[in-house]
């Protein structure tokens, strides 16, 4: 009896003696870090990836009205009356609302009530991170329970759209883009009750720049609002070009999921590197005639590449 609750106490202390080592050795991958890191959701990390940044905004405050001191460079994009962002848990305590690790998390914002489009985006530049032509990305977005876009005029569910993340993207000349967009799924020109789930491309090519290619990966009837009132995840994996020249070799690819779904699986396009690479981290864009306040929130982001 005494040998085996010996053994059980080796076997305990063990564990604790070992368990400290695989986080710091986890850890110590992360350049740099910020807040808390989440292990417990392994999500759909490629194998040989290492943890690049991650982010709790537990420690994160603006040091102006248009960046965060997030020690990785980044921006705030607004457009529209009312747009904006803040830290939960230390510009604002939103009632009934709980981040999804610790105490803080990003909040945006668009209140709108003139016609125009509507934005308010967080981009984070990921040039000095990521030194090879592979990322990925997991972060965790809340839409309030109440979430909604204008379905009650034909003209409007025609042509609306609301945009919450972009996977890749450059400055200063904004392409290639890849966009993920919700749209009011449509029965002729009224609404069915249901949201598309669309993956968007604006090209960069020569004639291309600037053109939008909708639906470039369409998924009808999304469950969309199935996600309102709760914390979900979205990553995405991009593989860029492999040419470093203005002339694509055609071989950049892109993975997307969404609350654990795979919703784009693309590859053979001209995903081109360029000066300025950055990703919009949290996203409130939408269509002009679509006047419904919005709300987002961005809570846990992590950043993984090759050694």
Not at 18 to 25: G, V
Request: net charge negative; aromatic share 14%.
């Amino acid at each position: 009896m005494r040998k085996h609750n010996l053994a059980i106490i080796f076997l305990l202390s063990f564990v604790c003696l070992i368990t400290p080592i695989h986080s710091a050795l986890v850890q110590s991958s992360a350049i740099p870090s910020q807040g808390i890191v989440t292990y417990n959701d392994p999500g759909n990390i490629p194998s040989g990836f290492i943890l690049k940044y991650s982010t709790g905004f537990e420690n994160v405050f603006k040091t102006s009205s248009t960046h965060l001191n997030m020690s990785v460079d980044n921006y705030l994009d607004t457009a529209g009356v009312g747009s904006c962002m803040w830290i939960e848990g230390l510009d604002r305590n939103t009632q009934s609302f709980t981040p999804h690790s610790g105490s803080r998390s990003l909040g945006l914002q668009v209140n709108s009530t003139i016609s125009e489009t509507h934005r308010s985006q967080l981009d984070v530049y990921i040039a000095s991170l990521i030194t090879t032509d592979e990322y990925y990305y997991k972060g965790y977005y809340f839409l309030p329970s109440n979430w909604q876009m204008n379905t009650s005029d034909a003209a409007v569910v025609a042509g609306d759209y609301y945009s919450i993340a972009d996977p890749f993207q450059c400055f200063p000349n904004f392409t290639p883009q890849i966009e993920i967009e919700v749209h009011p799924g449509r029965s002729g020109n009224a609404w069915n009750g249901q949201y598309d789930l669309d993956i968007t491309w604006r090209g960069s090519l020569p004639g291309q720049s600037g053109t939008w290619f909708p639906q470039w990966v369409h998924n009808p009837n999304f469950p969309w609002m199935g996600l309102r009132g709760r914390w979900f995840p979205i990553e995405w994996w991009v593989k860029m070009d492999s040419s470093l020249t203005s002339t694509p070799n055609n071989d950049g690819a892109v993975k997307i999921w969404v609350d654990g779904r795979l919703v784009c699986d693309m590859s053979g396009y001209p995903i081109l590197r360029q000066s300025g690479e950055y990703i919009t981290i949290g996203k409130i864009y939408y269509g002009s005639m679509d006047l419904t306040p919005k709300k987002l929130w961005v809570d846990d982001v992590e950043i993984y590449g090759k050694p």
